[in-house]
Protein backbone atom coordinates (compact mmCIF):
# COMPACT_ATOMS: atom_id res chain seq x y z
CA UNK A 1 0.00 0.00 0.00
CA UNK A 2 1.36 3.51 -0.84
CA UNK A 3 0.19 6.13 1.13
CA UNK A 4 1.59 10.24 1.09
CA UNK A 5 3.65 11.82 3.73
CA UNK A 6 0.65 14.50 4.04
CA UNK A 7 -2.26 11.37 4.01
CA UNK A 8 -0.35 9.83 6.86
CA UNK A 9 0.43 13.05 8.88
CA UNK A 10 -3.17 13.87 8.76
CA UNK A 11 -4.39 10.47 9.69
CA UNK A 12 -2.66 10.93 12.40
CA UNK A 13 -4.06 14.70 13.14
CA UNK A 14 -7.40 12.97 13.27
CA UNK A 15 -6.66 10.32 15.64
CA UNK A 16 -8.83 10.94 19.22
CA UNK A 17 -7.48 11.86 22.16
CA UNK A 18 -5.66 8.19 23.26
CA UNK A 19 -5.79 7.23 19.77
CA UNK A 20 -2.16 5.29 19.60
CA UNK A 21 -3.27 3.36 23.01
CA UNK A 22 -6.57 2.30 21.79
CA UNK A 23 -4.82 1.07 18.52
CA UNK A 24 -1.92 -0.43 20.36
CA UNK A 25 -4.52 -2.33 22.74
CA UNK A 26 -6.87 -3.41 19.24
CA UNK A 27 -3.94 -4.86 17.71
CA UNK A 28 -2.15 -6.40 20.94
CA UNK A 29 0.94 -4.26 20.34
CA UNK A 30 3.30 -1.94 22.29
CA UNK A 31 1.82 2.12 22.09
CA UNK A 32 5.74 2.97 21.20
CA UNK A 33 5.19 0.68 18.28
CA UNK A 34 2.13 2.60 16.96
CA UNK A 35 3.61 6.19 17.90
CA UNK A 36 6.54 4.89 15.77
CA UNK A 37 4.85 3.73 12.63
CA UNK A 38 3.56 7.62 12.49
CA UNK A 39 6.61 8.62 12.86
CA UNK A 40 8.12 8.56 9.77
CA UNK A 41 11.56 9.43 10.71
CA UNK A 42 11.78 6.03 12.15
CA UNK A 43 10.70 4.50 9.28
CA UNK A 44 13.18 1.86 8.32
CA UNK A 45 13.02 -1.27 6.12
CA UNK A 46 13.53 -3.21 9.15
CA UNK A 47 9.79 -2.20 9.95
CA UNK A 48 6.35 -2.21 8.29
CA UNK A 49 7.04 1.00 5.82
CA UNK A 50 9.89 1.98 4.16
CA UNK A 51 10.47 5.11 2.43
CA UNK A 52 11.69 5.64 -1.56
CA UNK A 53 10.84 9.02 -3.55
CA UNK A 54 8.51 9.57 -6.13
CA UNK A 55 8.17 11.86 -9.05
CA UNK A 56 5.39 14.16 -8.58
CA UNK A 57 3.73 17.46 -6.82
CA UNK A 58 4.07 15.17 -3.37
CA UNK A 59 7.22 13.89 -3.72
CA UNK A 60 7.62 11.89 -0.22
CA UNK A 61 5.78 8.19 -0.50
CA UNK A 62 5.31 5.95 1.85
CA UNK A 63 4.90 2.15 0.79
CA UNK A 64 3.54 -0.01 3.93
CA UNK A 65 3.61 -3.68 3.16
CA UNK A 66 1.23 -4.27 6.34
CA UNK A 67 -1.70 -1.41 6.20
CA UNK A 68 -3.79 -3.03 9.82
CA UNK A 69 -2.40 0.00 11.61
CA UNK A 70 -3.98 2.60 9.40
CA UNK A 71 -7.35 0.68 8.95
CA UNK A 72 -7.91 0.91 12.96
CA UNK A 73 -6.57 4.20 12.91
CA UNK A 74 -9.06 5.05 10.21
CA UNK A 75 -12.14 3.31 12.27
CA UNK A 76 -11.17 4.70 15.01
CA UNK A 77 -11.53 8.40 13.34
CA UNK A 78 -15.00 7.25 11.75
CA UNK A 79 -16.24 6.51 14.94
CA UNK A 80 -14.69 9.34 16.88
CA UNK A 81 -16.62 11.72 14.36
CA UNK A 82 -19.62 9.36 14.42
CA UNK A 83 -20.00 10.14 18.15
CA UNK A 84 -19.19 13.89 17.66
CA UNK A 85 -22.11 13.89 14.90
CA UNK A 86 -24.21 11.98 17.43
CA UNK A 87 -23.65 14.51 20.15
CA UNK A 88 -23.88 17.10 18.05
CA UNK A 89 -27.52 16.29 17.50
CA UNK A 90 -28.36 15.06 20.74
CA UNK A 91 -27.70 18.58 21.64
CA UNK A 92 -29.80 20.40 19.00
CA UNK A 93 -32.82 18.10 19.98
CA UNK A 94 -32.19 19.05 24.05
CA UNK A 95 -32.34 22.54 22.71
CA UNK A 96 -35.21 22.36 20.91
CA UNK A 97 -37.36 20.38 24.27
CA UNK A 98 -35.77 23.60 25.98
CA UNK A 99 -37.72 25.88 24.01
Not at 58 to 65: F, H, V
Amino acid sequence: MLITLEKLKEIKKNLPSGGFSQIAKKLNMEEQDIRDFFEVSHASSDQTNSWYRKAGPSRDTLKIENPIILQVAKELINESQKLILESNIAIKDSRKLLK
